[in-house]
């Protein structure tokens, strides 16, 4: 690798004979420097691993901690984008523009919903410094609006320093059938028998390391490797679901307290810890009907088997860069973006769409019915909030909260040229935005004042590597502060400010609370009646950093985010033209929530056409408007209730068919199908999505993912001629008063 930069060295004759050669000096990393492997779950509890104190199988990850440093004084945002944003730049989320999710950008400098390029990440301080860069995985940093054939591609990850990437780019994707991206241009999966996407990453990453090493074994390589697991949808193969049978059939009681005693006896967690009460909202196992056991036990067998799946392919990377010589001067930096998640509510979903569009689980009869599909292709299994509590042994609350349940998270560090000593407990207090300072110390480079002509962000985060050596050197961090959603909470020398806001409440209202965390790792005692001028000082900190680190203003809105009227490549559009072969990912889709619309295909069939002409969605909740049998059929699927319209026989030749949705209340309306504008079937549709339809979009003249309507299966591509799509979307929308809340 060279730079332009450098001035020439030397001298241009009229001829080779009177000329001097020169060449660049190539730009390599400091000596020895190491190879670095971040491995990032997600929604993975404080208590999920097992050396975190977990019965779930992770022996890989125990491989890690036994060679390495396990920190049990770690800490994230709460949430995914922002704890991702936060890992790769060395900032606060707040700082670089990641308030939230990167699906959403609500005009303040907070929450841009992507990285400023002031806050380079981590890949592109590293690729100038002479490493190979390679992403695989979750992405979830770019504007999901700009994530479509079109771009713009400068938040993706190729934009942003990676030399080549693998994955998925929204928050979350169906792991039988995922939402790849290659590079920059989006993949259909790989047609392979019993196909994962756990595997298929893997797969990939080994393949980028080995061929780095094959062809250039002396540069050093940067893989940042984001599983799924486990974020819903829960997907793993049904023996590694069995593999768990009975495992949970006494409780996330049972499990709790089993966990909490082995942490203390492992040394996860000090000897004096306590196990506070439930978090309100949990029932009581034995509250719990027979059946409605069974099913929960079932849930969480399917999310263990998931972690121990992901853990056993884990496993095959690091085989591979022992095989090719790599393993001891690599970093592996393995950490889970947020605590455990409540999002399925005290009983579960089968189907997480039905969640986030606030519709009730299933009747349990039904559940028990088809309890072996939990985890398989057919189900987006979200787990009871009950296991999440036991996720994050022996915390408070969840994912989203910023109490230790949020964002009091498993840390490991392995670097066996680097770290000795192996198997060790790590106390010092540290947040994700310090990752990236130690990785650069380790590495012996400084945080660059600039980069590609940018000037740069002072980082925030505090290097960790002085912890690698001393196990009882004081923490070198010297405040932190939280906020997700309102939640906020403020830590100063051991000391923590935090409180748990209820959407929609004055903020001025919300009670704050008082731990000392260095005496109660738990968040147990309460200590703000007792030590209020503390208290009151470590709030009046937490506001002077908020207006620090663009936290400001406060927002409380979480699902009504979706609906903050940001300018888009689509905005002030009413007519939308797709083209045979198109897939639009979802939020580069028009908005068909709430809204009277028209889908029109214009088309050309003989005898025996069949197939989709548009579908969004998959087998969880989605729409499809196909033909089969030579009726034209619409399939609404409302997270499994199906809304169906079906036609008498289309007529052969050129033919104009519609689905004509009319909103005739709140989220509610009819769909009526046209054959060259002839009214021929139609459907009520009492209630349709309000939130979300799914986070695989809109594929035209196939279907993009498992189908959304289960008279179909696979692609189901339309095999007469498809002119073209047109959506045409009215101007009578309305917006509730009110969303779901997710807390």
């Not at 829960?234 to 009975?246: E, T």
């Not at 509510?345 to 599909?373: C, F, K, T, W």
Request: proline fraction near 8%; glycine fraction near 8%.
């Amino acid at each position: 690798m060279t730079s332009d930069a450098q001035t020439y060295g030397g001298k241009v004759g009229n001829t080779v004979a009177d000329s001097t050669p020169w060449w660049p000096t190539p730009v390599t990393p400091p000596p020895n420097s190491p190879n670095v492997v971040m491995v990032v779950l997600d929604d993975v509890g404080f208590a999920d691993l097992g050396c975190f104190g977990s019965e779930i199988e992770t022996p890989t990850m125990n491989a890690l901690a036994a060679a390495g440093l396990r920190y049990n004084n770690f800490h994230t945002t709460s949430i995914c984008s922002p704890t991702r944003a936060s890992l790769l730049t060395g900032r606060n989320h707040h700082s670089v523009g990641m308030a939230v999710v990167s699906n959403w950008d609500t005009g303040y400098p907070g929450c841009t919903g992507r990285i400023t390029n002031r806050a380079a990440t981590l890949a592109e301080i590293l690729r100038p410094a002479g490493y190979s860069t390679f992403a695989v995985g979750k992405w979830h940093l770019a504007p999901i609006e700009d994530t479509t054939p079109a771009g713009p591609f400068d938040q993706w990850p190729l934009q942003r320093g990676f030399d080549r990437y693998y994955g998925f780019l929204d928050g979350a994707t169906n792991h039988w059938d995922p939402d790849l991206v290659a590079d920059n241009h989006h993949i259909d999966r790989p047609e392979r028998p019993d196909y994962h996407a756990t595997e298929d990453l893997v797969d990939q990453a080994i393949a980028m390391v080995s061929a780095q090493t094959s062809a250039w074994p002396e540069r050093p390589f940067f893989l940042y490797l984001c599983f799924g697991t486990g974020h819903y949808p829960i997907h793993v193969p049904k023996p590694y679901v069995d593999r768990y049978n009975s495992r949970y059939d006494a409780g996330w009681g049972a499990i709790r307290e089993e966990r909490y005693h082995r942490q203390k006896d492992n040394g996860i967690v000090p000897a004096d810890t306590e196990l506070p009460p439930f978090n309100p909202g949990v029932p009581d196992w034995s509250d719990l009907s027979a059946d409605e056991q069974k099913v929960a036990a079932r849930m969480q067998q399917a999310y263990a088997g998931m972690l121990t799946h992901t853990d056993e392919h884990l496993g095959r990377l690091i085989a591979t860069l022992k095989e090719i010589g790599q393993a001891d001067n690599t970093v592996v930096v393995l950490l889970s973006d947020n605590g455990a998640t409540q999002e399925g509510g005290p009983s579960g979903h089968e189907n997480a769409m039905r969640y986030v569009n606030g519709l009730d689980p299933r009747p349990i009869d039904q559940q028990l019915a088809n309890i072996d599909d939990i985890g398989g292709p057919g189900n987006w299994m979200v787990y009871p909030m009950g296991w999440a509590m036991a996720g994050n042994t022996p915390l408070k609350w969840y994912k989203q909260n910023t109490h230790a349940g949020g964002v009091r998270d498993p840390l490991i560090i392995s670097w066996p040229a680097g770290i000795t000593d192996g198997g060790a407990v790590r106390t010092q207090y540290h947040h994700v935005s310090d990752i990236t300072p130690t990785l650069l110390e380790a590495i012996g480079l400084e945080p660059p004042a600039e980069v590609a002509g940018v000037d740069q962000m002072p980082m925030e985060g505090t290097s960790m590597m002085y912890s690698f050596a001393d196990a009882g050197a004081s923490t070198a961090k010297a405040e932190q502060y939280y906020e997700m959603f309102g939640h906020r909470a403020m830590w100063v020398d051991g000391w923590k400010a935090v409180t748990r806001h209820i959407p929609g409440e004055n903020f001025d209202d919300d009670r704050w609370e008082l731990y000392h965390l260095d005496q109660d790792f738990s968040e147990a005692r309460d200590l703000a009646q007792a030590e209020p001028e503390r208290l009151a000082a470590l709030v009046d900190r937490w506001w002077e950093a908020a207006r620090a680190y663009q936290v400001l203003p406060l927002d409380d809105r979480i699902l009504e985010r979706f609906h903050v009227p940001k300018p888009r490549p689509i905005t002030g559009r009413s007519r939308f033209v797709y083209y045979d072969g198109a897939y639009i990912p979802s939020d580069g889709c028009p908005d068909l929530k709430n809204v009277s619309y028209e889908i029109t295909a214009e088309l050309t069939r003989a005898d025996g056409d069949d197939g989709t002409l548009v579908a969004c969605g998959d087998v969880a909740s989605g729409f499809a408007l196909f033909i089969q049998g030579g009726r034209l059929v619409w399939d609404y699927n409302m997270a499994w209730e199906h809304y169906v319209a079906e036609t008498e026989p289309l007529p052969t030749g050129t033919v104009t068919v519609t689905a004509a949705f009319e909103r005739t209340g709140s989220y509610a309306g009819t769909t009526r199908l046209l054959v060259d504008g002839v009214e021929t079937a139609l459907v009520d549709m009492p209630i349709t999505h309000n939130t979300h339809i799914h986070a695989v979009g809109i594929s035209v003249g196939f279907t993009k993912a498992p189908s959304p309507s289960p008279r179909t299966t696979g692609q189901f591509p339309f095999t007469g001629t498809l002119s073209r799509v047109v959506i045409d979307v009215a101007d009578d929308r309305e917006l509730p008063d009110q969303l779901l809340v997710l807390d």
